[in-house]
């Protein structure tokens, strides 16, 4: 196994035993569903691509090989040992460290900008197991910064065909279950609807 795969696995480990609930699973996310969420995001971007819960890159690498170049995304990150890792992976990648539910904040600050262009988020953070009003807090973050049409593509391990009811401010446009990944997820795509959730 490359040594990039052992200090992935080592530092995921290490976080998952530290603080299980914003982690979701017990293994990183597989290279399948890396590729199957970046082929929802077009190649040249319109606005940013913003990265919800980058953890150990395997998103990001996939979003990168798909051609998004790498000034268009900004990989957000809460743990501070995964966003050392994300630095190294990722040298010429732009990484936040900081918290989902301020998510605004965080990006007008570290983008250096009153007024942020983004077209898409792609994120894994497991919306189904944290808390009530943190879900609420990122939604609502993430409704604000998307403009009109905008989309938000999110992965779960619940494979229903039942969006969650958390996303209510946006329209499900596409659905696909990777079997090829432990355990297998569902990959959504939403389009935000409407005026901004605020």
Known sequence: MPIEAVTSFVTFGSEL?????????????????????????????RGYVIELGAGTGAITAALLKRGIPPSRIVSVERSETMVRLLKRRFPSLPVAHGDA???????????????????????????????????????????AILPKEGKLVQFTYNLSKTPNPCLSGFKRIRTAVVWANVPPARVDVFQKNGASAD
Not at 24 to 34: I, K, R
């Open 101 to 143: 539910c301020e998510l605004r904040a965080l990006l007008r600050t570290f983008l250096a900008s009153d007024t942020v262009d983004v077209s898409h988020v792609v994120s894994s953070l497991p919306l189904r197991s944290l808390l009530e009003n943190v879900v609420a807090s990122i939604v609502r973050e993430v409704h």
């Open 17 to 45: 035993l530290a603080n299980p609930r914003p982690i979701g699973s017990a293994v990183p996310s597989s290279p399948f569903l890396g590729r199957r969420m970046a082929s929802y995001v077009p190649r040249a971007p």
